[in-house]
């Protein structure tokens, strides 16, 4: 299958960028920044203005320390995002470990279930997702406890073999389930009870998930593992100064044929992904031609 046949409207066949809209009040990068709910849409349509193909909008953290909110809360948080940018014709996927939260973002216009348990903190969750029929993104996350990504699991003395093989058992739950398997993408899991040492491996071998059966997007936007790129050289780090070692983490991901990434900063994202597609087609890129 190839990557882009889940979006058939996307601008090209090339990696899409996925934006984030965190209605939540603490997220590791903008906890409480787009908790107002005309905040969140506003920024929404920021982010397509600025090159996201789709906007991914969530409800809770799972920052270190995080704890869960309440389902309802939740649901409130994100519903009417979601049905306010789907209704401009804006791509909208929910990230959401709830099977109540992902229904009803589906009947408020969602077309992508993206959850970070990989089906695995709601014993329903599998069951909606193949009843809505919309493409589903299952993430590894090794855990004992959904809600809190601080810390590091035990993957078995090989990170890269576990998200494999965890993530054909996700897969199977959800064939299982009547998920149809061209609706399936998956997504390694950086940062999610990973030590950086494990971030870089799945990086290092990401070859290896984008070749195999099902499309991969990669979320490393602003995530520990590369702050730490610029605290090793002694210079100003945080979430924020992490983008731009975000934005080569996209254009290689892209260059590597990813099916999508998930930023906080799209323009930069944007532009690696263009670059990558350019880089690509060589003279056969079609803009920027002498008239």
Request: glycine content about 8%; overall charge negative; proline content about 4%.
């Amino acid at each position: 299958m190839q990557v882009f046949d889940i979006w058939p409207d996307a601008a090209a066949k090339r990696t899409l960028v996925m934006g984030i809209v965190n209605v939540t009040e603490d997220s590791f990068s903008d906890g409480g920044k787009w908790i107002n709910i005309d905040k969140a849409i506003e920024h929404g349509r920021e982010l397509v203005a600025q090159g996201a193909d789709m906007i991914d909008v969530g409800g809770e953290s799972t920052r270190p320390g995080a704890t869960r909110v309440d389902a309802e809360v939740e649901k409130q948080r994100v519903t009417p995002v979601v049905q306010a940018l789907a209704q401009e014709g804006i791509m909208v996927s929910v990230d959401t470990m709830r099977a109540s939260t992902a229904e009803a973002a589906v009947e408020a216009g969602a077309v992508l279930l993206n959850d970070v348990s990989g089906g695995l903190a709601d014993a329903n969750m599998y069951s909606v997702m193949a009843q809505s029929q919309v493409p589903v993104c299952l993430m590894h996350w090794r855990t004992v406890r959904f809600g809190d990504a601080a810390g590091s699991a035990d993957h078995n003395g090989d990170v890269v073999q576990d998200v494999h093989d965890t993530l054909g058992r996700l897969t199977d739950n959800a064939l299982k389930a009547g998920v149809a398997p061209e609706l399936i993408t998956l997504d390694p899991g950086l940062g999610f009870a990973k030590t950086p040492q494990d971030n870089w491996a799945l990086l290092k071998a990401l070859p290896e998930f984008i070749n195999g059966d099902y499309p991969i997007l990669v979320g490393a936007s602003r995530k520990r593992f590369l702050s730490a790129i610029r605290e090793d050289r002694g210079v100003e780090h945080g979430p924020h100064l992490a983008d731009s070692a975000t934005a080569a983490v996209t254009a290689l991901s892209a260059q590597l044929g990813a099916w999508a990434v998930r930023v906080h900063d799209v323009p930069v994202s944007r532009d690696a992904v263009d670059v990558a597609a350019a880089w690509a087609a060589g003279a056969d890129y079609v803009s920027g031609r002498e008239q």
